[in-house]
């Protein structure tokens, strides 16, 4: 599979789209997934940012309409639909391939801000995948926090879905 031919991308967003595909893949091979599963994987990672550069107006949306699109097109498997519709912002009932769709997007090489950091954290995920994604998501929360955004509740719902209630 590749992108998919409604996508509207920039070269540089089709760059970073393959870098994610590519740590999918990677960690695919690590974590011994059969080939059903990688392919739910990749399909995610293909679709996620398939409408990033298209003219949306909200540019939290470009998950949701990829999302639409893609079913639209003939994507059946909900969860790879989820992955794609809430890639920006965490989903509570996300299965792996959100999971790992989630990881890949923040984790991939490309993205310049702490590189080794991330990088460490990229070769974790076939191990301790679960103890990653709370880091990651720790991360992507302070983010948000510190840039005075709004939180959404599917956010909210996903950082505690992820921790230990007292
Ligand atoms: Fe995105
Ligand atoms: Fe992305």
Not at 4 to 10: E, G, M, R
Not at 29 to 56: I, P, Q, T, Y
Not at 152 to 162: A, C, Q, V
Request: hydrophobic residues 45%.
């Amino acid at each position: 599979m590749s992108l998919p031919a409604w996508a509207q991308v920039s070269p540089e967003r089709r760059a970073h789209i393959e870098r994610v595909v590519a740590l999918l893949n990677r960690w695919a091979d690590a974590m011994h997934v059969d080939a059903k599963e990688r392919d739910r994987w990749l399909r995610a990672g293909w679709l996620h940012d398939a409408l990033r550069d298209a003219s949306l107006g909200d540019p939290l949306g470009h998950g949701i309409v990829a999302a639409s699109r893609a079913a639209a097109d003939g994507e059946r498997d909900q969860d790879v639909l989820s992955a794609v519709r809430y890639h920006t912002l965490g989903f509570s009932g996300w299965d792996d391939v959100g999971r790992m769709l989630y990881l890949a997007d923040y984790l991939e090489p490309g993205r310049d801000f702490e590189s080794a950091e991330r990088a460490e954290l990229a070769r974790r995920v076939p191990t301790e995948r679960d103890a990653v994604l709370r880091e990651v998501a720790r991360r992507r929360l302070e983010w948000v926090l510190r840039s005075g955004w709004p939180l959404f509740d599917e956010t909210k719902d996903f950082w505690n879905s992820l921790v230990e209630r007292p």
